[in-house]
T-cell receptor
Framework: SQQGEEDPQALSIQEGENATMNCSYK?????LQWYRQNSGRGLVHLIL?????REKHSGRLRVTLDTSKKSSSLLITASRAADTASYFC???????????FGAGTTVTVRA | KAGVTQTPRYLIKTRGQQVTLSCSPI?????VSWYQQTPGQGLQFLFE???????NKGNFPGRFSGRQFSNSRSEMNVSTLELGDSALYLC?????????????FGEGSRLTVL
């Protein structure tokens, strides 16, 4: 079963708008990672946030982590058509060195 | 530096056959992980190899197996193929292991079982 679940499943926004997606997980984790996948291709790493961190930035990306709520959010600011992709969160449980991916959020950025 | 290379990119097999997929990691990376991606089940962890040893395994039947060579290249094998094995198989490499940092993914091998 998957450790992480993204919400929403799909998101459609206008170019220039912000996109926010959430990831919830079930058990304690060491790290949480976000990946992007363009249609049918390999995944690309976006950002890793450790369990003792609350917020991290990378360019137009902002990730937050709330371990008390077992949730994370990914914010993409000023979206571009090239941001159209599926976004996955991946978690590793504290006692289990496997990386588990959520089902993903499909983001469509309209020009 | 070259990325993760997976071969073949596409293949079609029939039920009952077996298939071998290959993954060449980024130079210097000792960890190789394999994932199966399907529309219904999403990304499912198959196994991870580190320095030729299987470090972790997902919940897949014994028909799915893998190995890693001394040069860190990895292969996975699926025997007695079933229709449900149709999927995109993704390989990822990393320096220290899948949970310690960034995974670098290949473009995948898309397997169709008829």
């Amino acid at each position: 079963s998957q450790q992480g679940e993204e919400d929403p499943q799909a998101l459609s926004i206008q170019e220039g708008e912000n996109a926010t997606m959430n990831c919830s997980y079930k058990t304690s984790i060491n790290n949480l990672q976000w990946y992007r996948q363009n249609s049918g291709r390999g995944l690309v790493h976006l950002i890793l946030i450790r369990s003792n961190e609350r917020e991290k930035h990378s360019g137009r990306l902002r990730v937050t982590l709330d371990t008390s709520k077992k949730s994370s959010s990914l914010l993409i600011t000023a979206s571009r058509a090239a941001d159209t992709a599926s976004y996955f969160c991946a978690t590793d449980r504290s006692n289990d060195y496997k990386l588990s991916f959520g089902a993903g959020t499909t983001v469509t950025v309209r020009a | 530096k070259a990325g993760v290379t997976q071969t073949p990119r596409y293949l079609i097999k029939t039920r009952g056959q077996q298939v071998t997929l290959s993954c060449s990691p980024i130079s210097g990376h000792r960890s190789v992980s394999w994932y199966q991606q399907t529309p219904g089940q999403g990304l499912q962890f198959l196994f991870e190899y580190f320095s030729e040893t299987q470090r972790n395994k997902g919940n897949f039947p014994g028909r799915f197996s893998g190995r890693q060579f001394s040069n860190s290249r990895s292969e996975m094998n699926v025997s007695t193929l079933e229709l449900g094995d149709s999927a995109l198989y993704l390989c990822a490499s990393s320096l220290g292991g899948s949970v310690t940092g960034e995974l670098f993914f290949g473009e995948g091998s898309r397997l169709t079982v008829l």
